[in-house]
């Protein structure tokens, strides 16, 4: 296992990734985050881990709903294991995304929007990802749904804070 780790985790930025569109890297480390899930009126903590991967080239993490310290024999409705895949394609200077968890995957495209950070579902435009703000030692992301009107749905929210 040792061998894979080394060979996927990456010590810094590929050079062939301009700095100006390494919008995921301040990310790279441990996170705990509060998700809170609108639809449902429930939340839960848990923690998301960011690594540089692929020489470089991407950004890869996992998020854990609830953190793995609160985890119980009942199982939490907002339960989720899952990992994305973020890498930068140096063709569109946006970055390609895959996140999969337990019998989903979902492909998305990340571009800036102004401060925003906004990952589309390429199977359902309507449906976004958006990292709000990002510091050095927190940020915000919600979970989105694109209206008829135009306006935006919440459905949740993620407030982390680095570990």
Same mark, same amino acid.
Not at 146 to 155: A, E, I, L, S
């Given at each position: 296992m040792n061998d894979f780790v080394e060979a996927l985790v990456s010590d810094g930025r590929?050079?062939?990734l301009p700095e100006e569109l390494d919008w995921f890297g301040s990310l790279v480390g441990s996170w705990k985050l509060d998700y809170v899930d609108r639809n449902l009126a429930s939340s839960v903590k848990g923690e998301w881990i960011f690594a540089r991967v692929l020489?470089?080239?991407?950004?890869?993490?996992?998020?854990?709903?609830?953190?793995?310290?609160? +985890?119980?024999?009942?199982?939490?409705p907002l339960t989720?294991?899952?990992?994305?895949? !973020?890498?930068y394609n140096p063709g569109t200077r946006a970055w390609d995304v895959a996140y999969g968890y337990a019998g989903k995957i979902f492909r998305l495209k990340a571009r800036r929007e102004g401060d925003q950070i906004v990952l589309t579902n390429l199977a359902d435009e309507r449906h976004k990802w958006v990292f709000v703000s990002i510091e050095d030692d927190r940020f915000h992301w919600?979970?989105?749904?694109? +209206?008829?009107?135009?306006?935006?749905?919440?459905?949740?929210?993620?407030?982390?804070? !680095?570990?």
């Open positions: 590929s050079p062939e020489e470089g080239m991407g950004i890869q993490d996992v998020i854990i709903l609830p953190a793995r310290d609160a +985890r119980t024999e009942t199982p939490h989720e294991y899952g990992t994305s895949l !973020r890498v919600q979970n989105v749904n694109v +209206r008829d009107d135009g306006t935006w749905h919440v459905n949740a929210d993620i407030y982390a804070e !680095r570990a």
